[in-house]
């Protein structure tokens, strides 16, 4: 399985901006992180549950800013972030585990090469 990243740019505190994780087969049967660092650990921003289960659940820091959904129609995964701030600014990347949906993201099997996402006027 392959990941990649694409969407990714510099956006201005308040702004919104949509990430795409475009996977080389069917995410319906897998479970998808999207985890971000900006030189610390990695962070989990949104985590989807394979489609048999759909459930979606989000990091602390950016509940009610940050929507995750799958675009099942493109094997593809959306992070569609809203009001970024500063605190936003990071690498973002998407993550895939074929048993379950955990938030360490040393569990995951797949990871696509990420992609930056600055914030800053």
């Known amino acids: 399985l392959q990941l990649v990243e694409s969407g990714g740019g510099l956006v201005q505190p308040g702004g919104s901006l949509r990430l795409s994780c475009a996977a080389s087969?069917?995410?319906?049967?897998?479970?998808i992180g999207w985890f971000r660092q900006d030189g610390k650990e990695r962070e989990g921003v949104g985590y989807i549950?394979?489609?048999?289960?759909?459930?979606?659940d989000y990091g602390d820091s950016v509940k009610g800013r940050f929507l995750a959904f799958r675009d099942n129609s493109k094997n593809t995964v959306i992070l569609q972030m809203n009001s970024l701030q500063p605190d936003d600014t990071a690498t973002y990347y998407c993550?895939?585990?074929?048993?379950?949906?955990?938030?360490?993201?040393?569990?995951?099997?797949?990871w696509g090469q990420g992609i930056q996402v600055p914030v800053s006027s």
């Open positions: 087969e069917s995410v319906d049967p897998v479970n």
């Open positions: 993550g895939v585990d074929e048993k379950r949906c955990p938030p360490d993201p040393a569990e995951y099997d797949y």
């Open positions: 549950s394979k489609k048999t289960i759909g459930r979606t």
